[in-house]
């Protein structure tokens, strides 16, 4: 017999949530019911414009034809297969497509389910390729402060975000961290990069000449930084990292979990910023969200240096049960033909314009003490109310969903990054509600 009452179909207490405050959610549940292409709509029936693509993930905008239907067909023809010593043809076709669609250089994918597992997967191929060459002395990992990797032990590690790290022991060893490129003094209010902080990337020269240069395997950045409230990398600052990165033989790991798939206006950052890494995190946007799929993409010298030894054995030992899955791989390629067929994934340029004038002109609205724009990312810094801070930006984010759009907030800062499907009409109705609600914040 069981000892608790029969489960209830809407009762919310068993669901721990991810990243949320539950009591608070849990007083006043935001649930979604359906979605359509900008829209969310509420159980209780109301629209909700998607101002930040789900999580930064859903770029085509929701409930996709193409999308919907091959995942649909996918599931009656094969529904899983292996992924170890086993294949089946989308996978492969999957890798090809998205290795077109890369900077030219970058000509292999290992897949994933996530964002945090692609971040693990590149840390280790990072690892092991030094190792495979016979440089086994390179072990160190580099991030910078305030960056996400995801919530994984190797992406708390070389991450900066606090709250993420502190709870969690001593992490992985050998790491070190770049200074963040928020200058607020001398950057507020910056349109598009900003003039000043390149010279930040110089750190790292300090951090080689402390370590030793030859001790370092790997750099892992965000081309730009989103989950810790966007930070738009200064003018030419991934170029000096680049150049760091060759003079001492350490890799440039670029995080695209965010930037990839037209974030910026080119399919990834490293193409929109002209700087070539040596690895590719992405996730995210490779499926519009829709099913779990990340993939890491490497240039052919790395997944070369793997390729010795005896052909019957395995060359890397790394791989997850759902690497590839035959279902997410089909939902991945007909997102990739959504992004041609519309022209997706070069639309944040043609539209950065029109986003960034009604960006700024929330400056001067009460509480705004910055706003910053790349490509269809925006963020609007909030003073935070004295003694309580993440307080004033997690009111707005409730207060805009309540008037009918979704934004996101991290600490007191309000990032936004919707569908790239999104119309001038949609930046007017979510800019005009936004500054309705800086209007009446307290
Ligand atoms: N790297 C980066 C740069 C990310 O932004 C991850 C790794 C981890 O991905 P997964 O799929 O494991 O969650 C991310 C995830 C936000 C927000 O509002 C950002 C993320 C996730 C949820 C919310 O900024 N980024």
């Keep these: 017999m069981l000892d608790r009452p029969a489960v209830t179909p809407n009762d919310l207490r068993a669901f721990w949530m991810p990243f949320t405050a539950n009591r608070q959610f849990k007083q006043a549940p935001r649930l979604f019911a359906s979605a359509d292409g900008m829209y969310y709509t509420t159980v209780d029936g109301r629209k909700v414009l998607d101002g930040t693509a789900g999580l930064w993930c859903v ?62 997967t590149a840390l280790k191929i990072a690892l092991a390729y030094h190792r495979a060459r016979g440089d086994g002395a390179r072990f160190r990992l580099i991030g910078r402060e305030r960056g996400y990797h995801g919530v994984n032990f190797g992406g708390i590690s070389v991450g900066g975000i606090v709250p993420n790290r502190k709870m969690f022991g001593t992490l992985l060893t050998g790491v070190d961290h770049l200074p963040h490129t928020h200058l607020p003094a001398q950057n507020a209010f910056s349109r598009g990069q900003p003039e000043h902080g390149a010279h930040l990337a110089d750190e790292l020269e300090r951090i080689c000449a402390l370590h030793d240069p030859s001790t370092i395997a790997a750099v892992i950045v965000e081309p730009v930084a989103g989950s810790t409230g966007v930070l738009i990398p200064p003018k030419g600052y991934l170029q000096r990292l680049r150049e760091i990165c060759d003079k001492h033989g350490i890799l440039l790991i670029f995080d695209e979990v965010i930037t990839g798939f037209g974030r910026l206006g080119s399919p990834f950052a490293a193409q929109h910023f002209d700087v070539l890494p040596d690895i590719m995190v992405t996730a995210k946007g490779l499926t519009n969200g829709v099913i779990p799929m990340g993939a890491v993409l490497v240039k052919p010298e790395i997944h070369d240096a793997f390729m010795t030894g005896p052909e019957h054995l395995i060359e890397f030992f790394h791989g997850y049960t759902y690497s590839g899955n035959p279902v997410a791989s089909a939902a991945a390629l007909a997102t990739l033909e959504t992004y041609k067929d519309e022209s997706l994934l070069t639309r944040a340029a043609e539209l950065e314009t029109v986003w960034a004038d009604a960006l700024h002109s929330l400056k001067g609205l009460p509480h705004v003490i910055d706003v910053r724009n790349i490509g269809l990312i925006g963020a609007i810094e909030l003073e935070p109310i004295a003694g309580a801070p993440t307080k004033r930006a997690f009111s707005a984010f409730v207060e805009a969903f309540e008037r009918g759009c979704l934004i996101r907030t991290t600490g007191d800062i309000i990032a936004l990054s919707p569908p790239l499907i999104i119309e001038p009409a949609h930046i007017e109705e979510l800019f005009g509600t936004l500054a309705d609600v800086l209007k009446n914040l307290d």
């Design 59 to 120: 770029n085509a905008g929701h409930k996709r034809p193409k999308i919907v239907k091959a995942i649909q067909d996918q599931v009656e023809e094969l529904d899983y297969a292996p992924a170890f010593q086993m294949g089946h043809p989308r996978v492969f076709e999957l890798a090809n497509r998205l290795v077109d669609l890369a900077p030219e250089g970058i000509d292999y994918a290992f897949f994933t389910n996530s964002g945090s597992e692609s971040v693990e």
